[in-house]
């Protein structure tokens, strides 16, 4: 059985299948999606019905991303801040606008089903953002923080590539993981469009809400596999450009 991982699909419901495709995902497959489902591309709602039926295919694991956290407020009726609008929340108000009031809180229990994230058997740890704690992310006082915070990877892409783990400046929240996988921050703003590894942490997100394409990797071996970038996938929209 495979562990595939799926960095921010942002509403690209095209991309996902076509990643998926790629990577010939089967039912022996465990997939972990990395959170940020919604906000972008014009398939929000249809997204979600991807993923549902997915977890009855499939071992899933779904991380909750910043912009799911977003929506499932807006489903629950809570006043929203015109900035949620201007980053893809207009295109996630119109996707469920066809939908029924039973399809609705059908969504909306699964977004609360999320998991602010997800630590495996090799102690290898799977969020949206990232974690701010020294001591571990089960001692985080703000469960926001996992899947807004951008601390994490900002650091080790300012590390010395040559830093030792047995310096004294090593960062700590390092040593705690054999490996960290993220999303949330596009890799396209290193002008990279793969998945990016600095230190122990890989960047899943390669920019599929803008002009990059939707990312898929096997968390062993790191091979990985691409849609095309969304802008072709959905030629007369604008994602979050």
Known sequence: MRTLIFGDIHG???????????????AEDHL???GDYVDGWSESAEVIDKLMEL???????????NHDDLVQQWLEGKEMSPKWLQHGGQSTIDS???????EIKTHLDFYKTFKDYHIDEHNRMFCHAGFQNLNGPEHEWHTTVFFWDR????MVCAMRD????????YPKRLK???EIFIGHTPTTRINKTTPVNKANVWNLDTGAAFKGPLTVMDVHTKEYWQSDPLPTLYPNENGRN
């Open 32 to 34: 972990i999606f990395l």
């Open 162 to 169: 040559d830093i030792a783990e047995s310096d004294a400046l």
């Open 12 to 26: 690209g419901l095209r991309a996902l299948e076509q990643a998926m495709e790629r990577a010939k995902v089967t």
């Open 176 to 178: 705690l993981f054999t």
């Open 55 to 65: 977890q009855k295919s499939n071992k899933t694991t779904f991380i909750r991303g």
């Open 96 to 102: 469920y606008s066809r939908r029924s009031k039973e």
């Open 151 to 154: 601390t994490l990877w900002e």
